[in-house]
């Protein structure tokens, strides 16, 4: 069964810092990978996916994420933090071999930006 | 463009009642999905439509949870008898076909049941 895991309940950054919020995976075939943002009061935003090609991602807000397939990994990075990057970010899977369209989530992490 | 919508963004029920959940997904996007979150949780998937195929229902956690889908157009998410541990956020996402990547994501309806 595929499964998501974000060790990391909350990452604490001070802004212009660079930032890391990390995600693991367990999947049985070559897996999709996505981050989402959920800001307070709002629904999740997809912030970018990892199907194929090259490993390092490029998404929205200048957020990237590097797959690792070795390491079974797909952390989410930032060069320079901002205040505004503070909210509750979200890994999911989804394993396209078992035919089954939903996402699996990771617990959360939630990012906080201090000034 | 309108994004997907959810209705009511709020609900507060008495243990036992019956509560029905209401999800507009994007113009056009044939997929829908229901998730739950609970506080402190990630998201759990409930249920997938895609179009006028069978649903998958492998995420629905009990009989009292179903939901309906009109074409490809509004959804419901019913929970009948409801428990205090249904309490949750109930988050509907949609996508353009079943093979498109991004889910996007409504606003979603915050269940509390006393």
């Known amino acids: 069964a595929q499964s998501v895991a974000q060790p990391e309940d909350q990452v604490n950054v001070a802004e212009g810092n660079p930032l890391t919020v990390k995600c693991t995976y367990s999947v049985s075939g070559n897996p999709y990978l996505f981050w989402y943002v959920q800001y307070p009061n709002r629904g999740l935003q997809f912030l970018l996916k990892?199907?194929?090609?090259?490993?390092l991602v490029k998404g929205s807000y200048g957020f990237e994420a590097e797959f690792n397939k070795s390491q079974t990994s797909f952390h989410l990075k930032k060069p320079s933090a901002l205040v505004s990057d503070s909210a509750l970010y979200f890994c999911a899977v989804r394993d396209p071999t078992t035919g089954f369209q939903k996402l699996v989530f990771g617990t959360g992490t939630r990012l906080l930006v201090s000034p | 463009g309108a994004g997907v919508s959810q209705s009511p963004s709020n609900k507060v029920t008495e243990k036992g009642k019956d509560v029905e959940l209401r999800c507009d997904p994007i113009?056009?996007?044939?997929?829908l999905y229901w998730y739950r979150q609970r506080l402190g949780q990630g998201l759990e998937f409930l249920i997938y439509f895609q179009g006028n195929s069978a649903p998958d229902k492998s995420g629905l956690p009990s009989d009292r949870f179903s939901a309906e889908r009109t074409g490809e157009s509004v959804s419901t998410l019913t929970i009948q008898r409801t428990q205090q541990e249904d309490s949750a956020v109930y988050l509907c996402?949609?996508?353009?076909?079943?093979?498109?990547?991004?889910?996007?994501f409504g606003p979603g309806t915050r269940l509390t049941v006393t």
């Open positions: 996402a949609s996508s353009l076909t079943e093979t498109s990547y991004e889910q996007y």
């Open positions: 113009s056009g996007h044939t997929a």
């Open positions: 990892y199907i194929t090609g090259d490993n």
